[in-house]
Nanobody, 119 residues
Framework: QVQLVESGGDLVQAGGSLRLSCAAAGIIFRVNAMGWYRQAPGKQRELVAVITSSGSTHSADSVKGRFTISRDSALNTVYLQMNSLKPEDTGVYSC?????????????WGQGTQVTVSS
């Protein structure tokens, strides 16, 4: 059984910063790509940023220059450093990971963590 456990969501004022963490736990052979998604109220879930096992990253245009995705492969953990937060960044942030276990490679999702940015 593999689980992704997120932390770091909070209420913050516009212009502030938050750091989200997502750790994969369980019997894991390899963690491949990891990513962060967000869903604002009344909107569809959207990709925020993704990082491959080799460290290549891709971010949504709306967060470029403000958010940075990184990972610690030894800890099977992905981070999202969010700076210069805006009210429109408010939403539930969820991580996902392509994880190889004894049963093969499966995409796992975390439970989500709430980020609220006040104006």
């Amino acid at each position: 059984q593999v689980q992704l456990v997120e932390s770091g969501g909070d209420l913050v004022q516009a212009g502030g910063s938050l750091r989200l963490s997502c750790a994969a736990a369980g019997i894991i052979f390899r963690v491949n790509a990891m990513g962060w998604y967000r869903q604002a109220p009344g909107k569809q879930r959207e990709l925020v940023a993704v990082i491959t096992s080799s460290g290549s990253t891709h971010s949504a245009d709306s967060v470029k220059g403000r958010f940075t995705i990184s990972r610690d492969s030894a800890l099977n953990t992905v981070y999202l450093q969010m700076n210069s937060l805006k009210p429109e960044d408010t939403g539930v942030y969820s991580c996902n990971a392509d994880i190889t276990t004894i049963g093969g490679s499966i995409i796992y999702w975390g439970q989500g963590t709430q980020v609220t940015v006040s104006s």
